[in-house]
């Protein structure tokens, strides 16, 4: 590894939740691939299964891996086209960092939804959504409407008072 062009990276990839009987092997092969190339792994966390924000390529739930790795610039498209070309990864992102980070890093916490949508929600795709949009159009107007009446209301009452 040339020290001139040796950066720090963070990487984060998901593999597919049906694939979570392999993500051993596709640990192994970013490890073997950052170590062929003369690279130095600072931190490695495998942060389990865990569900997605919304669906990717069909998958609610990912298995989530946090590397922070040292390699020359001259490697990191390599990682990213192996990142791109191996199915098992549905996502991946590269950070590029200024120092060695060494701490071991839990998994953020779950994501609560303080939303009424469910997993069946999420299932019934973008016109469900559609749907919700409309009918928070609807009360939103019915809202307006009301406070316009209540509005002209106390106008005409104004009116009435108001010496001529």
């Not at 569900?51 to 922070?68: D, P, T």
């Not at 409309?134 to 108001?162: P, R, S």
Request: with cysteine; charged share 40%; net charge negative.
């Amino acid at each position: 590894m040339d020290l001139k062009t040796a950066r720090h990276y963070e990487i984060v990839y998901l593999i597919h939740e049906d694939n979570a009987d392999e993500v051993q092997e596709v640990v192994s092969k970013v490890k073997d691939f950052v170590e062929e190339k003369r690279g130095k792994i600072w931190r490695l966390n495998d942060w389990g299964m865990r569900r997605l924000a919304y669906k990717i390529q069909k998958a609610k739930n990912a298995n989530y891996i946090l590397m922070n790795i040292e390699m020359g610039t001259e490697h990191i498209n390599d990682l990213k086209t192996l990142f791109d070309k191996d199915e098992r990864i549905i996502r991946h992102l590269v950070v590029k960092q200024k120092k060695a980070i060494t701490e071991d890093c839990p998994p953020p916490p779950e994501f609560k939804s303080h939303s009424t949508l469910t997993e069946e929600d999420m299932d019934e795709g973008p016109d469900y959504v559609d749907e919700l949009e409309d009918d928070l159009e609807e009360d939103l107007e019915e809202e307006i409407g009301e406070e316009f009446d209540e509005l002209e209301t106390e106008e005409q009452q104004m009116k009435e008072l108001a010496p001529r």
